[in-house]
């Protein structure tokens, strides 16, 4: 393996176990819902917070991110009983410009604001997480 596909392999295995680990996270994805709301975006670069946009959920429907006004379409999503999220369609820069979802992972364990982290496959192969945190 590469440096690069080490480190991208060690991220997503630490993730996967972190989330395991949450245990009665997964408490409330029975319904196969976020819970309806804004969902602010960010990833933490370079020791700063960088705001991604806004992702809008209602139901089982999505819209965003968006960064300034309203996000034009709303799209499908699914979640799974562990927590996964399946976007059914486009994710702003998530999903553009040669970069692609790895998982999207909630966490919904009643204690903190509902969120998600989204792992993004970059062009040059590098991976990025990023949080969604209910406003």
Same mark, same amino acid.
């Given at each position: /393996?590469?440096?690069?596909?080490?480190? @991208?392999?060690?991220?997503?295995?630490?993730? %996967?176990? $972190? /989330?395991?680990? @949450?245990? #009665?996270?997964?408490?409330?994805?029975?319904? &196969?819902? $976020?819970?309806?709301?804004?969902?602010? =975006?960010?990833?933490?670069?370079? &020791?700063?917070?960088?705001? %991604? &946009?806004?992702?809008?959920?209602? #139901?089982? %429907? +999505?819209?965003?991110?968006? *960064?300034?006004?309203?996000?034009?379409? @709303?799209?499908? +999503?699914?979640?799974?009983?562990?927590?996964?999220?399946?976007?059914?369609?486009? $994710? #702003?820069? +998530?999903?553009? &410009?040669?970069?692609? $979802?790895? /998982? *999207?992972?909630? *966490? %919904?364990?009643?204690?903190? @604001?509902?969120?998600?982290?989204?792992?993004?496959?970059?062009?040059? #192969?590098?991976? *990025?997480?990023?949080? =969604?945190?209910?406003?």
């Amino acid at each position: /393996m590469q440096t690069s596909d080490a480190m @991208a392999f060690r991220f997503i295995l630490g993730f %996967l176990i $972190l /989330m395991s680990a @949450a245990g #009665g996270a997964h408490a409330d994805f029975a319904d &196969g819902k $976020l819970p309806d709301g804004t969902y602010h =975006c960010e990833v933490y670069l370079l &020791g700063l917070f960088i705001n %991604l &946009g806004d992702i809008t959920i209602k #139901g089982n %429907l +999505y819209s965003g991110p968006v *960064t300034f006004g309203t996000a034009p379409q @709303a799209y499908n +999503y699914q979640m799974d009983a562990n927590g996964e999220i399946s976007w059914l369609g486009p $994710l #702003g820069g +998530y999903t553009s &410009g040669g970069n692609s $979802l790895s /998982m *999207t992972q909630a *966490t %919904l364990d009643g204690q903190s @604001a509902p969120s998600f982290d989204i792992i993004m496959k970059q062009q040059d #192969g590098a991976f *990025t997480a990023s949080t =969604c945190t209910k406003s």
